[in-house]
C-alpha cells in the first residue's frame, strides 16, 4: 500500500534523450510536487500543482514538462536530457487542507545522463 | 538566496549523546517549521514539525526548539542511537502555496 509511487527507480540514459518520470498517490490529497536532490543532497522544488492546476513553477529549464492528468498523478517529462540533470527526482503530495502542510514524500527516480 | 541556513552540514555523535542541529531563516512570513529524516536510498519523511506560537516541541526522543525572536530553530535529538543515522532537513513554509523552502541537510552519524 505504497502512499506515493514513482516509477522508474531507476533510468540511465544518453545525452540528448527524451524521458519521463511518473509518479502516482493514493492518499487522496490535492496537490503534488516534484523535487529534485542534486549530489549534495539538496532538496529543490521543481513544481507544484494543485487539482492539476500548475501553483508553483521554479526557475527550471522549459525542457522540464509536468504533466497532471488527474489529482493522483503528475508526471515529469524531460526533453533533450543533459548531464547536469542527472540526479535524484523525487514527488510529494500534501492535502491542502488549512493547517495541514506536511509532505509526503515518494521513494525517489535515480536518473543518469552519461 | 538561500531562505533557510541549516548547520553543520555533517555531524558525529556516540551512541547515548545528544545530537543538535541548527536552522535560521530569514523570511518572517515562515510560519511551518518541519523537520525531515532520510535515510539512504529513500525519500524524506517528516520527523516533526512545530509553529511559531510555541517554543518547544518534543516527541519522544526529538525535541524542536523555536526563537522566533532570533528566527531560529534546532532539533535536538536525546540518547541518539545508530539507527538515528541518515541526513536531516529543516524546512520551512508560510503562504497560501504550501510551497517548502529546505535547507542543505545535515548528514548525522551515531557511532555505537
Known amino acids: 500500500d505504497t502512499a506515493v509511487s514513482q516509477t522508474p527507480k531507476y533510468l540511465v540514459t544518453q545525452m540528448g534523450n527524451d524521458k519521463s518520470i511518473k509518479c502516482e498517490q493514493n492518499?487522496?490529497?490535492?496537490?503534488m510536487y516534484w523535487y529534485k536532490q542534486d549530489s549534495k543532497k539538496f532538496l529543490k522544488i521543481m513544481f507544484s500543482y494543485n487539482n492539476k492546476e500548475l501553483i508553483i513553477n521554479e526557475t527550471v529549464p522549459n525542457r522540464f514538462s509536468p504533466k497532471s492528468p488527474d489529482k493522483a498523478h503528475l508526471n515529469l517529462h524531460i526533453n533533450s536530457l543533459e548531464l547536469g540533470d542527472s540526479a535524484v527526482y523525487f514527488c510529494?503530495?500534501?492535502?491542502?487542507?488549512?493547517?495541514?502542510?506536511?509532505?509526503?514524500f515518494g521513494p525517489g527516480t535515480r536518473l543518469l545522463v552519461l | 538566496q538561500q531562505q533557510v541556513k541549516q548547520s553543520p552540514q555533517s555531524l558525529i555523535v556516540q551512541k547515548g549523546g545528544i545530537s543538535i542541529i541548527n536552522c535560521a531563516y530569514e523570511n518572517t512570513a515562515f510560519d511551518y517549521f518541519p523537520w525531515y529524516q532520510q535515510f539512504p536510498g529513500k525519500g524524506p519523511a517528516l520527523l516533526i514539525a512545530i509553529r511559531p506560537d510555541v517554543s518547544e516541541k518534543k516527541e519522544g526522543r526529538f525535541t524542536i526548539s523555536f526563537n522566533k525572536s532570533a528566527k531560529q530553530f534546532s532539533l535536538h535529538i536525546m540518547d541518539s542511537q545508530p539507527g538515528d543515522s541518515a541526513t536531516y532537513f529543516c524546512?520551512?513554509?508560510?503562504?497560501?502555496?504550501?510551497?517548502?523552502?529546505f535547507g542543505k541537510g545535515t548528514l548525522l552519524t551515531v557511532n555505537p
Open positions: 492518499l487522496g490529497h490535492d496537490t
Open positions: 510529494a503530495s500534501s492535502p491542502q487542507e488549512r493547517g495541514v502542510q506536511t509532505q509526503y
Open positions: 524546512a520551512a513554509s508560510g503562504g497560501s502555496n504550501y510551497k517548502l523552502t
